[in-house]
Structures are given as C-alpha cells and as structure tokens.
C-alpha cells in the first residue's frame, strides 16, 4: 500500500513563492504519473501540474509560467514550486503517485 504525504503549505503573500514536497512510502513505480491538484472551497478539485514516468509535464493553463513540477525519483519525492502566487491560487492542494492520494496542504495567498 502507498502512502503519500505532502508538506510546504502555509500562508504567503501575493507576489510570493512556496514549494510544495510529497513523498511516497511502498511499492512505489517511478514510472507512474504524478500530479498536483487542487480544490478551493466550493469548487471541484482540478489537476495543475502533472509529470509522466519519461519526464514529460503538462500544466494547466492559469498557472503556466508561474509553478513547475518536478520529482526525485530516487528519494520517491514530487515538488511543486509556485512564483508569483495569487491570491486565486488559494487551495488544498493534493499529491497523486499513479492512484494514491495524499492528504492534502493548505496554501494561502493572502496579504
């Protein structure tokens, strides 16, 4: 069973930046998709960013430019490094590794 455990998240400022980890503990494959989500409240959570098991990423449109993901595989660790954030940037944001779920991280973009 994978666990998945993210960190990083807090309160900052607009304009400024946090990166987020998630690390995976198991079985894991480096060759499963990883992503960052998110979900404000009242809204559906939605992909950011995404890393395939060849490297390739894919992030959404609102935050490209600004966040990049990227991953250890050797330490079975995800990151997402957020610029420039804003305040709409506000969210639970959430780690996948292939199918698991972690708990989620608060990010607050607030003055």
């Known amino acids: 069973q994978v666990q998945v455990v993210e960190s990083g998240g807090g309160l900052v400022q607009p304009g400024g930046s946090v990166r987020l980890s998630c690390t995976a503990s198991?079985?894991?494959?480096?060759?499963?998709?990883k992503g960052w989500y998110r979900q404000a409240p009242g809204k559906q959570r939605e992909v950011v960013a995404v890393?395939?098991?060849?490297?390739?990423?894919k992030t959404v449109d609102s935050v490209k430019g600004r966040f990049t993901i990227s991953r250890d595989n050797a330490k079975n660790t995800l990151y997402l490094q957020m610029n420039s954030l804003k305040p709409e940037d506000t969210a639970g944001y959430y780690c996948?590794?292939?199918?698991?779920w972690g708990q989620g991280t608060q990010v607050t973009v607030s003055s």
């Open positions: 890393i395939a098991g060849d490297g390739i990423t």
């Open positions: 198991g079985s894991i494959f480096s060759a499963l998709v």
């Open positions: 996948k590794f292939g199918p698991s």
